[in-house]
């Protein structure tokens, strides 16, 4: 138990700017089964996006308190995979070899292809949540940012790391078995959570949108990478997110 709480906070601290406690001791281990607890990241960053919709739509039009949730997130998480979305996007659009695509990817400086990924990411987030009633906003929030953290941890168990170092390291030997478990039980747990509350036809939608993001992104950059990096797994997050909020869309 204790292996699993120091797990999960790895996770928090990898994902997130969020501080962990001092006395929590790094292992290898530890920091390989944090991809486990990915999915519940996402739903306390999504839960916190929530919490600043609601709070800011008490004031605000409803773009002006999206853009302040989808701002809160950002600042959370340190714009963390967003910059996997943008690198990934200039390497695999300006590298024409794998070598040269990876080597831009890990150049810090943002390229052309990176900028019209991140705008055009960022655009179609606040455009679709402006079109979604405020009540499915609140759950879309947590339902998103964690399926779709699962869909990157799908990514580390059913391809393979390409680097010998890099932000994706600690999860580069796959996950294990038990791992998938606690995955699979934070997505489940979403799921009924919103079937309970909500209709289940947006969420099936929202979850076929995911799935189209998340093979067209996997499709996107495996065929030059033959593999996932660290910013890939953020370019996955990204594009499932977008498709998940695209499904519900879809519903309406």
Known sequence: MKDQVASFLLAVQF?????IPGWLAYTEARMAGSAAYYPLVGVLVGALCSAVFWGASLLFPPLVSIILAIAAGLLLTGA????????????IGGGHTRESALEI??????????TLA????LGLKAAILTDLPSHLLLYAFPAAHGLSRLSSVI??????YVRTEGTGKPVSQGISLPGLLIAGITA????LTWIYLLPAA????GLAGLTIGHVAMRAFFEFKLNGYTGDTLGAVQQASEI?????LLAWL
Request: glycine residues 12%; proline residues 4%.
């Open 15 to 19: 994902l997130t700017r969020l501080p």
């Open 80 to 91: 963390f995979h967003e910059d996997g979305l943008a690198d990934t996007f200039d390497g």
């Open 105 to 114: 990817m890990r150049d810090s400086r943002l390229g052309t292809y990176g």
């Open 118 to 121: 991140l705008v055009a990411a």
């Open 155 to 160: 990514t580390i168990a059913t391809s393979r």
């Open 188 to 191: 489940a747990a979403i799921l």
């Open 202 to 205: 947006p969420m099936l939608l």
């Open 243 to 247: 498709g998940f909020y695209l499904g």
